[in-house]
């Protein structure tokens, strides 16, 4: 069998020499040698299937990437005379276009792609084993209160000085808890128990937030977002059952919004959707890595109960 490259050189002499004789349209002839330089070349990857040829041109690939497949579009290109009387046609067959899969709830926004980050994380922590029972203290709850106090205060001061755009969006929600914390804490401090300094969870995650703040906005409303929602949905349970061991069944201010909980919530998320709208899948994805770390941070303040 001979060479290809020799097959393909000497192609190439011989049609140049043919349109010497027949004065063939220098345009067309262009096109033709260049698709026979590319078909031998082909046909070299077929000697050596493994290896990728660069076929020239800027064009790389194996024999895999040319088979013809029915979802491919054939580009035709036009037909060459040559010197002897005979046509020349070729035709290339154009790659398909591959298209990036959607991550999981991405068709419906980054809270719900976040959604499936949290069941992921709550499913591991789940097959590490059971926490068992646990019984809070009403020094382990002050700590618990004071370092949420911390945190919810460090949000309120972000987004209301912030001179990011995307955080103005995000002032006076509702869900906003710095004020019925406070309440609280006096409410405590009447009762004649001593109000702790904040410990060292909620003093980390308050300067961690001050940090990502100023370099990712995505980052930074990823961890707004999940610190409300977590507390919307999970932390007043475990208020009602704290109260009910050690307060008497007390409603801490905590607990208490200024309409409907779960209403004020679905128009942050709208308004997370929204900006996430103008996030690249990089940001996005940034968005989504943070989630893990609120949920640690998160879940460093809330073992405070029963320290």
């Not at 991550?103 to 499936?116: A, D, L, N, Q, T």
């Not at 100023?214 to 961890?223: G, I, N, V």
Request: proline share 4%; charged share 25%.
């Amino acid at each position: 069998m001979e060479d290809p490259i020799s097959c393909m050189i000497i192609a190439v002499l011989i049609r140049f020499k043919a349109a010497s004789f027949a004065l063939v349209d220098i345009s067309h002839l262009m096109v033709s040698c260049i698709l026979h330089i590319k078909r031998m070349a082909l046909f070299a990857c077929e000697l050596l299937p493994q290896r990728s040829c660069d076929l020239g041109f800027g064009f790389t690939h194996t024999l895999q990437d040319f088979k013809r497949v029915p979802c491919c579009r054939p580009l035709q290109f036009p037909e060459t005379t040559l010197a002897n009387g005979r046509v020349f046609c070729s035709t290339i067959i154009k790659k398909r276009v591959r298209y990036r899969k959607q991550y999981p709830g991405e068709s419906k926004g980054i809270v719900e792609e976040m959604r499936f980050v949290a069941m992921r994380l709550r499913t591991e922590e789940t097959e590490d084993g059971p926490e068992g029972t646990w019984e809070p203290t009403i020094e382990g709850y002050l700590k618990y209160l004071v370092d949420n106090k911390l945190v919810f205060v460090t949000l309120d001061r972000i987004v209301d000085e912030a001179s990011h755009v995307a955080y103005a969006d995000f002032r006076n929600t509702g869900l906003e808890r710095s004020i019925g914390l406070s309440k609280d804490l006096e409410w405590f401090r009447l009762q004649g128990y001593v109000i702790p300094e904040p410990s060292n969870p909620g003093t980390a995650y308050a300067k961690y937030l001050e940090e990502i703040a100023e370099k990712s906005a995505p980052a930074f409303l990823c961890h707004f977002y999940n610190i409300y929602f977590a507390h919307v949905a999970g932390s007043r349970v475990i208020g009602k059952q704290v109260s009910e061991k050690i307060l008497d069944g007390k409603d801490l201010e905590f607990y208490k919004w200024q309409g409907d909980a779960a209403e004020l919530l679905g128009n942050v998320r709208e308004k997370l959707n929204n900006h996430a709208e103008y996030w690249s899948r990089y940001e996005k994805n940034k968005c989504l890595r943070e989630a893990a770390k609120s949920f640690r941070y998160s879940s460093q303040i809330l073992r405070l109960i029963v320290v």
